[in-house]
């Protein structure tokens, strides 16, 4: 069965700075892996996928994520966050039909 | 064009009673899959309807149940209601199969659900 583990429950950043979320994946297949994000209230936005192909991926909003097969990870990466930023970010892995997702990490940003 | 609609967005019920919650999928959609989210469990995966079959189906007991209509609408329905029911219910359609390449789900806002 596949797994997503995201190391870190909660992190703060100040606003301007480099973002970086960490994700790991198990699966014994080429992995179909996203990252998406949720606001107080709110459902689940899709910021990107990574399918096949560039292991470097774009999303929405200015993040990225680049996939590592020998590391099993897929982690979520922004240059410059802004306040707006602030929410919670799952990554999941498609496999047996279903998306399973990590726990989350809540992003807070400081002025 | 319009997103995935959940009906309703809050509701308050107590323990013993039952629930329906009500999905409309973005128009052409034709899979429907449901999730729970609590603080403790996080996102769990309930069941996939595609074509008014159930497809897939988490790990939940029999007191959870869903279905799937002609328009692919789908409905959610939870019988004798527990206090750790409570959660936001999330609904997400896709219009790809899977088994045909990876599957992009599109989520709804949820419905919390609140059991006293």
């Known amino acids: 069965a596949q797994s997503v583990t995201q190391p870190d429950i909660h992190i703060t950043v100040s606003e301007g700075a480099s973002l970086e979320l960490r994700c790991n994946y198990s699966?014994?297949?080429?992995?179909?892996l996203f990252w998406y994000v949720q606001s107080p209230g709110q459902g689940l936005q899709l910021l990107l996928k990574?399918?096949?192909?560039?292991?470097l991926v774009q999303g929405i909003k200015g993040f990225e994520a680049e996939f590592k097969r020998s590391q099993s990870s897929f982690n979520l990466r922004k240059p410059s966050v802004h306040w707006s930023d602030a929410a919670e970010y799952f990554c999941?892995?498609?496999?047996?039909?279903?998306?399973?997702f990590g726990t989350g990490t809540r992003l807070t940003i400081i002025p | 064009k319009a997103g995935v609609t959940q009906t309703p967005r809050y509701l308050i019920k107590t323990r013993g009673q039952q629930v329906t919650l009500s999905c409309s999928p973005i128009?052409?959609?034709?899979?429907v899959s449901w999730y729970q989210q609590t603080p403790g469990q996080g996102l769990q995966f309930l069941f996939e309807?595609?074509?008014?079959?159930?497809?897939n189906k988490g790990n939940f007991p029999g007191r959870f149940s869903g279905r799937q209509f002609s328009n692919s609408r789908s409905e959610m329905n939870v019988s004798t209601l527990e206090l750790g029911d409570s959660a936001l219910y999330l609904c997400?359609?896709?219009?790809?199969?899977?088994?045909?390449?990876?599957?992009?789900?599109?989520f709804g806002a949820g419905s919390r659900l609140t059991v006293l």
């Open positions: 997400a359609s896709s219009g790809q199969v899977y088994n045909s390449g990876a599957n992009v789900l599109t």
């Open positions: 699966y014994g297949a080429t992995p179909y």
């Open positions: 990574y399918f096949s192909g560039d292991t």
């Open positions: 999941a892995v498609e496999g047996n039909e279903k998306l399973t």
């Open positions: 128009s052409g959609h034709r899979s």
């Open positions: 309807y595609f074509s008014e079959t159930q497809r």
